[in-house]
């Protein structure tokens, strides 16, 4: 696995100090006055720390100084994932209709002060620490460097990553951890590829739960097919952020307590699972899922409630038939696939209010009509930000949606039509897309023969897209009216 520099924690622990949620969680619990002067210690190390990265190699006393420094910065980061942990789950606990006394009791004065006095001691012995790590700094002419966190002083989601953070964690097999012999190092390990049958510590082979608990700070999460059941236990995993099932096809639920992850961002699940319960909206941090499911309509009141939820992927799901009708509700949803759902036969009218949407695939979905989404008599049409739409693959599909695309007229740049014979024409409001750079049109055979260049019915309609291919037709060159 490659090695994670003292300078990366660093950084990553700055810009959630200097994050806009981070000075909320601070005002909440009343800790502003420690975390400030957490981030102003910190600061001062990470002035030097390039420099006495790059030396370390050559000194054995910086080497040895970095490795002590970042033992106390790996605390650092899990002091403020248990601050950020227990804000959230008090939001989750809040929302819910009922609540039960005991539940109720949790939140009392007297747990909050209990709270706050464990995190003011945990906060007062990280400066204490990396006070005396200061102290220790080799005389070795470290050279500091200026260093602007203004970028990140107003991101709101700093403490809570977008998609792109976890797509280079896909598939990365070679980078995941491996499982460390030492009890007294599982704390430390941060990614896990649990496979069951390449494990060779026996607490592992025998009890998947028993030894996915020992991982306490794990952020990064990935079973095979060697887990087969998940314990109610790994609901006291709160720093996982990241939790792959794709490649697990015998887990068929989730246990009730993965709800309790307010902190998971990405969750991946596989060929297996059979039904995502409602109770996933009590995820309020995810940004992405990926989505396989036997379930024959997904429920409202569940997936529709992740307001956080920026990318969709419901992939290769046989025996679903419709979507949750409370779409609305996915405010930052920025990326929307369905793929391989061979029994989808309609899609929600609710998406027409996902106006934060870039990208929109649609394929391989043999019963589904796209008409399906659209209102008949709708008179006013809701401006959507779609960037690129893909629909392939869709033999029950007479015609395409004009709505989404009017609504688009200002932003669709790519629009990719593949595969769908039974669309037999474009509809007028192609000629307002203004701001669209790339038509492709495959294997739509009627479609094909009226988009040709000059001869096509539908020519005046896409004549002023600079590229275009149709079939075996292809246009490079900028063309206008």
């Not at 106390?72 to 009922?98: F, G, I, N, P, W």
């Not at 510590?201 to 794990?218: H, M, S």
């Not at 941090?285 to 429920?299: E, V, Y």
Request: aromatic content about 6%; some cysteine.
């Amino acid at each position: 696995m490659a090695e994670t520099f003292a300078t990366d924690i660093a950084k990553s622990l700055l810009r959630k100090l200097g994050s806009f949620a981070a000075r909320q969680f601070c005002l909440a619990w009343g800790l502003e006055g420690g975390l400030a002067r957490l981030e102003e210690i910190l600061s001062a190390i990470n002035a030097v720390l390039s420099d006495a990265e790059r030396k370390q190699s050559q000194n054995d006393s910086i080497r040895f100084w970095l490795q002590k420094l970042k033992e106390v910065l790996y605390d650092a980061e899990d002091v403020l994932d248990e601050l950020e942990c227990e804000t959230l789950r008090r939001q989750v606990v809040k929302t819910k209709e009922s609540i039960s006394r005991k539940v109720r009791s949790f939140f009392s004065s007297s747990n909050v002060i209990v709270f706050w006095l464990r995190m003011s001691h945990k906060i007062n012995d990280l400066i204490d620490r990396l006070v005396e790590i200061a102290s220790l700094q080799p005389d070795c002419n470290l050279n500091e460097q200026a260093i602007d966190y203004s970028h990140v002083l107003h991101e709101e989601t700093e403490m809570r990553p977008s998609f792109e953070s976890f797509s280079g964690l896909i598939g990365r097999d070679k980078d995941k951890e491996p499982l460390p012999m030492s009890p007294n190092k599982l704390h430390r390990v941060r990614s896990v590829l649990f496979d069951g049958s390449d494990i060779e510590e026996p607490r592992c082979k025998t009890d998947c739960g028993k030894c996915l608990i020992e991982f306490k700070r794990v952020r990064s999460l990935e079973l095979l097919d060697g887990c087969e059941l998940l314990p109610e236990r790994i609901g006291a995993l709160k720093h996982l952020r990241y939790f792959n099932l794709v490649r697990n096809s015998k887990l068929k639920r989730l246990p009730k307590s993965v709800f309790k992850l307010q902190n998971l961002q990405a969750l991946l699940l596989g060929y297996g699972f059979e039904e995502l319960p409602e109770d996933v909206r009590y995820m309020i941090s995810l940004r992405f899922l990926f989505l396989i499911t036997k379930q024959k309509r997904l429920p409202e009141g569940g997936i529709g409630c992740l307001k956080c939820l920026q990318v969709l992927f419901i992939s290769m799901c046989d025996d679903l038939e419709y979507l949750c009708e409370d779409m609305q509700g996915l405010k930052s949803l920025r990326k929307l696939g369905i793929v391989g759902c061979k029994s989808l036969i309609s899609l929600p009218r609710s998406m027409k209010y996902l106006t934060a949407l870039e990208f929109l695939g649609i394929v391989d979905c043999e019963k589904l009509d796209l008409a399906t989404m659209e209102e008949e008599h709708e008179k006013e049409i809701k401006p959507l930000r779609l960037q690129t739409v893909i629909f392939a693959e869709l033999p029950a599909t007479l015609a395409l949606p004009k709505q989404i695309l009017q609504g688009s007229a200002d932003t669709l740049q790519t629009f990719m039509i593949g595969d769908c014979p039974n669309i037999r024409e474009l509809p007028e409001c192609i000629s307002n897309l203004k701001q669209l750079q790339n038509l492709e049109i495959k294997s739509c055979p009627t479609l094909s023969q009226r988009c040709q260049r000059e001869t096509g019915e539908d020519w005046p309609k896409i004549a002023h897209i600079p590229k275009i291919d149709v079939d075996d037709y292809d246009n490079d060159e900028e063309t206008s009216n």
